[in-house]
């Protein structure tokens, strides 16, 4: 006896779906999730257009979304959080669409650099860039001429223009602990009293160990 036409149909599905290419399958979950990433950002966008604190943590971005600038167009942020993301730069015109904020989040990304650019923020009081790529301060930060509090801790920093950092205008506070920190400059920023300085203890080198 002929099975109904409607199990039939069921089989066909169950078969199709046996033989689907697997890429597509992952190509239309990708999909599905970029979608509701661009929702996310959407709705945080909109957020921002209420309260001027533009929250885009935890958004799966690689970098800020051109139709984050259209949307922020007539709104004058006063902060900006992209932590937590897989952002590996920010592009000049960030520092220019974004210049009256007093707040930058860029902590937990894949940064190594910051735009020469990001100077001209001249409203900027604290910057975050901990849990990242940067092997030395961006010099843009010694140039911002309102910023006191910088954090960079968890990096890759060995080196740090100190007459750069002691010369900039503002600065407070920079956090650089479990930073790769060069022995010459840890001790250098050690000597600094003008700014509060936050360094993880220097380990000592095989060759001081005067003990072996």
């Not at 799966?60 to 937590?84: G, I």
């Not at 000597?191 to 220097?202: A, F, G, H, K, V």
């Amino acid at each position: 006896m002929r099975p109904p036409a409607q199990f039939d149909g069921q089989l066909a599905n169950e078969a199709e779906a046996e033989q689907q290419d697997p890429r597509m399958v992952a190509m239309m979950i990708s999909t599905r999730l970029a979608g509701r990433a661009v929702i996310r950002v959407v709705g945080r966008c909109e957020e921002a257009q209420e309260n001027q604190e533009l929250d885009l943590s935890n958004c799966q971005l690689m970098q800020v979304p051109d139709a984050v600038y259209h949307l922020m167009r007539h709104t004058e942020l006063k902060t900006c959080d992209l932590s937590d993301n897989v952002i590996t730069k920010i592009p000049p015109k960030f520092a220019v669409k974004f210049n009256l904020i007093t707040d930058l989040n860029l902590a937990h990304n894949q940064m190594s650099k910051l735009p020469e650019e990001c100077a001209e923020m001249g409203n900027l009081e604290t910057l975050d860039i901990s849990h990242n790529s940067f092997m030395s301060l961006p010099n843009c930060s010694f140039k911002m001429p309102k910023l006191r509090i910088l954090k960079a801790s968890d990096n890759q920093i060995m080196d740090v223009d100190v007459d750069n950092l002691t010369e900039a205008p503002s600065l407070e506070s920079v956090d650089l602990e479990r930073n790769p920190l060069a022995p010459r400059i840890h001790d250098q920023l050690s000597r600094i009293s003008t700014i509060l300085i936050t360094i993880s203890p220097r380990q000592t080198e095989d060759w001081e160990d005067l003990t072996i």
